[in-house]
């Protein structure tokens, strides 16, 4: 059994080793095709910044980037300066966002233009099966895409075109979606309703909305319903509060610099040096700090990028919404504080990379999820969690992060059920100094299990990540599997026969008051943006 195992295992690696070799070759020969962007001006500001590079010690990939984020801010105001033209702005927002595009990602642009095109093609053409087409043409080009630089550039850090292309998948997937709800006049959930598009955006519309300046590279991904509606609003007597918009982008701006010191900071503690032979040289709680350190100041960068694009977004007026008095969190994509000092894991999953975990959740979970009220069928969570690691990429340590962090996740979820009841007797009543220790061991075990299951993320290669894990005697599982088969059998109290299968009430909770629990629409809802 053994040997056939082995036989099996490299036919697959051969297989796929085979498939990357061919698509290399393929795009080589579609490279030839592609005219050079090559030009005076690109070739002028990167001897700039190799200048600004070399003396702060910043790759030129990685500034090109950055100063791309910068420059949002200018542009919404330049935006906001625009005479009330619905078709002067979208070009506006395709110019500056497929022309910096070009600066940044060179040639790679061209497979934003070819993906993009062809989902439209497909939402046009498709009919009721467009959703399913395009769901699975954007997921599959992305994989092509992962598998082709994993190839080519394996275990490289370089910033290419990929990173934009994950954006798109989800947002070209959500929108083909949403067009065929819009085609539906009855039987839509709310979450549905709420985002059916009614009329297909006519090409301007649509490709403003891939290209956006404020969101193609670092995100947020967004509802078409909200990009349309934030147009509408642009030209209108109402637009979004420019003071306000201007604190609140200011405000992200300076927790993005914020973020920044601790990408600095993270290069003094890479999360590389893990997987290196001095780093098992270091007395056992050296070790056990510096990956504390290193694995916490990783999630910077992901701030940084996401709070400066999102200031971006802000002062053009994105993000502002009415619901509930003004608002400027329509389009966030991170709750620092949600993540950092999370009381557990579920807090971690609903505040960290929000907008595709709301993709996730609305156009796959609730998607095949046959009766939501009853809680999801485990074919449903599997292949949630896979298309989220195939949306990832192909590296192993994606897979042994998604996997842990459900199991991980599924394990709080029973110690709460057990361990809650006994230190709060009364919801309302003010929290006791044991309700206070029960919630800093809540925060301090989070912080340590994140670390622990969010390593082999970092590593991304499955030796190294085995390896620390193998160090580590595989403590968190057996805590994990411990906590889920022994501790709440023993100590909790039996599950009703009834709530079998079923989300914990807290959980349906959250989601209802959210909106995402989907309920029939009690009426026909039409487009935010009509």
């Known amino acids: 059994n053994a040997e056939y195992m082995g036989t099996s295992v490299l036919v697959r690696v051969s297989f796929m080793s085979a498939l990357a070799e061919a698509l290399v070759q393929e795009v080589g020969v579609l490279a030839t095709y592609v005219p050079s962007v090559e030009n005076w001006l690109f070739d002028a500001a990167d001897s700039h910044l190799r200048v600004v590079g070399s003396a702060i010690g910043f790759p030129i990939d990685q500034l090109r ?11 919404g105001i330049g935006f906001r300066m625009l005479p009330k033209s619905l078709a002067l702005r979208h070009m506006y ?3 500056w966002g497929f022309g910096l595009g070009l600066y940044v990602f060179r040639g790679g642009m061209i497979h934003s233009l070819i993906s993009s095109t062809i989902a439209y093609l497909l939402i046009l053409i498709g009919g009721q099966k467009r959703q399913a087409l395009v769901f699975v043409f954007s997921l599959g080009y992305m994989c092509l895409c992962h598998i082709y630089r994993q190839y080519t550039d394996y275990m490289g850090w370089t910033l290419d075109f ?9 947002k070209l997937s959500s929108f083909a ?30 490709y403003s909305f ?7 590279f670092a995100g947020p991904a967004f509802e078409m319903v909200d990009f349309l509606e934030f147009f509408d609003r642009s030209v209108s007597n109402e637009p979004a509060p420019l003071g306000s918009a201007i604190v609140n982008s200011l405000k992200k701006m300076f927790v993005a610099f914020v973020c920044m010191a601790g990408v600095v900071l993270g290069g003094s503690y890479s999360t590389s040096f893990i997987a290196t032979a001095a780093f098992y040289e270091m007395p056992l709680l050296n070790q056990l700090a510096y990956q504390w350190i290193s694995v916490s100041l990783y999630r910077f960068k992901y701030y940084f990028g996401w709070f400066l694009a999102e200031g971006g977004c802000n002062l053009a007026g994105f993000g502002y919404w009415t619901t509930n008095g003004p608002r400027w969190d329509r389009i966030t994509n991170v709750r620092l504080l949600d993540v950092e000092i999370a ?13 595709t975990a709301t993709w996730l959740r609305r156009y796959v979970y609730n998607r095949l999820n046959p009766n939501p009220e009853k809680g999801a069928p485990f074919y449903v969570q599997v292949f949630t969690y896979m298309t989220s690691a195939f949306w990832h990429g192909f590296y192993p340590g994606y897979y042994l992060t998604f996997f842990s962090g459900a199991l991980a996740n599924e394990t709080a979820r029973e110690l709460r059920r057990v361990l809650r009841p006994l230190v709060v007797k009364n919801e309302d009543a003010p929290p006791t100094i044991l309700k206070r220790l029960y919630d800093l061991a809540g925060i301090v075990s989070t912080s340590v299990f994140l670390c622990y299951t969010c390593t082999p993320f970092c590593l991304l290669a499955w030796d190294a990540s085995i390896k620390i894990w193998t160090h580590e005697l595989f403590l968190g599982h057996i805590l994990f599997f411990a906590g889920l088969f022994l501790v709440g059998p023993l100590l909790g109290p039996k599950k009703k026969s009834k709530g079998d299968g079923a989300k914990s009430g807290d959980a349906v909770k959250s989601e209802a008051a959210s909106g995402d629990v989907k309920k029939p629409s009690a009426k026909k809802t039409s487009s935010k943006s009509s």
């Open 343 to 355: 009381p557990n894991i579920r807090s971690v999953m609903s505040g960290w990379n929000i907008g």
């Open 162 to 170: 990929t990173g934009p292309q994950m954006i798109l998948t989800i």
């Open 65 to 75: 980037y950055t100063i791309c984020l910068l420059l949002a801010y200018p542009l």
């Open 93 to 95: 927002s395709i110019f």
């Open 177 to 206: 979606f949403n067009v065929s709800d819009g085609e539906r006049s009855s039987g839509l959930f709310a979450d549905q309703a709420e985002y059916a598009v009614r009329r297909i955006p006519n090409p301007l519309e649509y």
């Open 210 to 216: 891939v290209y956006f300046y404020g969101g193609f």
